[in-house]
């Protein structure tokens, strides 16, 4: 049985800095995202993350694109210390994967701490024993489980969302979140859930970028948590889905239900967190 997450669900997955908090305990994360072809997507991800909630984002990737994050996001660190969750992939050709990009993507699944594994590091998956939740979308879910003897392809994935989001957290042995209208997040231990999407001026470019910083910046914040239960990451990868759809309902309400873009996206969610720690 699936489970619809709601509002509820997703408010005892947000956190506030109480007083003995400093930047440190709140949580740090790491992102290898972005490249010279996508550049865009790492603004995304870094701006989601802050705005999501957390006491530290470091940024590693080539000199243009992290002056474009610093451009956006001066907040953001871009140079490599510890880190209590990555967010790996976004923005990132698989097929044109530097030796430097490949060194540093090869340390952030190694640190075991959580991953978020998105696009172009999507192949990842298994070489590495940490905590992990993959993000893809429809297509990626077929080109992964097709490289990985499990054929298939994107119609059907979206005929069977669910039961291809199952065998493939199954088979990888990792939280899964399968994007679409509907997104599907499940774990190989049978924690199964839905997240409807509440608009759909949410299918938009970068969206899904969006939704990876928030992810990440989830589980970075919940590491104390995660250390000693990691099936807490299906719970907060439902909740990132909860505050990414809801995020872009508010946005589009503030323009009288018309189209929102990625940034509008990532620009509504401090609102969103705001509301889910007043229930
Ligand atoms: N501003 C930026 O920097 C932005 C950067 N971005 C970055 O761009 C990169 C490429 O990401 P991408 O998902 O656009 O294409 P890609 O990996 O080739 O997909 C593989 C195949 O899957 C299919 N397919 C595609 N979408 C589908 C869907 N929703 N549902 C189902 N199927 C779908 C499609 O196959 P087809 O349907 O054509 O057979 C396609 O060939 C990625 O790193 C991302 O982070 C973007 O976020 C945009 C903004
Ligand atoms: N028809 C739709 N209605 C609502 N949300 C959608 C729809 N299609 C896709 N989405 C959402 O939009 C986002 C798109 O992410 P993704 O496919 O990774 O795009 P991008 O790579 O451009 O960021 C996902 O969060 C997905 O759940």
Same mark, same amino acid.
């Given at each position: 049985m699936w489970q619809e997450w709601t509002a509820d669900d997703a408010a005892g997955w947000v956190a506030a800095p109480a007083s003995g908090d400093d930047k440190y305990s709140r949580g740090v994360l790491g992102v290898v995202t972005g490249s010279q072809e996508f550049p865009g997507a790492a603004v995304l991800g870094v701006e989601a993350a802050h705005r999501t909630g957390i006491g530290m984002v470091r940024y590693i990737g080539p000199r243009s694109v992290r002056q474009a994050v610093l451009a956006r996001r001066?907040? *953001?660190?871009?140079v490599a210390g510890r880190v209590q969750a990555w967010l790996v992939g976004s923005g990132i050709d698989q097929s044109r994967r530097s030796f430097v990009l490949l060194g540093d993507l090869g340390h952030a699944l190694a640190a075991q701490v959580p991953v978020v594994l998105d696009a172009g590091a &999507?192949? &990842?998956?298994?070489? =590495?024993?940490?905590p992990t939740v993959i993000t893809p979308h429809a297509g990626e879910l077929a080109a992964l489980l097709t490289a990985r003897e499990m054929p298939t392809t994107v119609d059907e994935v979206r005929a069977a969302p669910g039961e291809w989001a199952e065998r493939a957290a199954a088979e990888l042995g990792v939280a899964v979140l399968l994007k679409g209208a509907v997104t599907y997040v499940c774990d190989p231990d049978g924690d199964r859930y839905t997240v409807t999407a509440?608009? =759909?001026? &949410?299918? *938009?470019?970068g969206s899904g970028d969006v939704l990876g910083g928030i992810l990440g910046a989830l589980v970075a914040t919940h590491h104390v948590q995660l250390a000693a239960d990691a099936e807490a990451l299906t719970a907060l990868a439902a909740t990132a889905s909860w505050v990414h759809g809801e995020a872009a309902r508010r946005a589009s309400a503030e323009v009288g239900g018309g189209p929102v873009t990625a940034l509008d996206i990532a620009v509504a969610v401090p609102a969103v967190i705001g509301a889910l720690l007043a229930r």
């Open positions: 001066p907040e *953001t660190v871009g &999507l192949d &990842l998956v298994g070489t =590495h024993t940490a509440p608009t =759909h001026w &949410l299918a *938009t470019a």
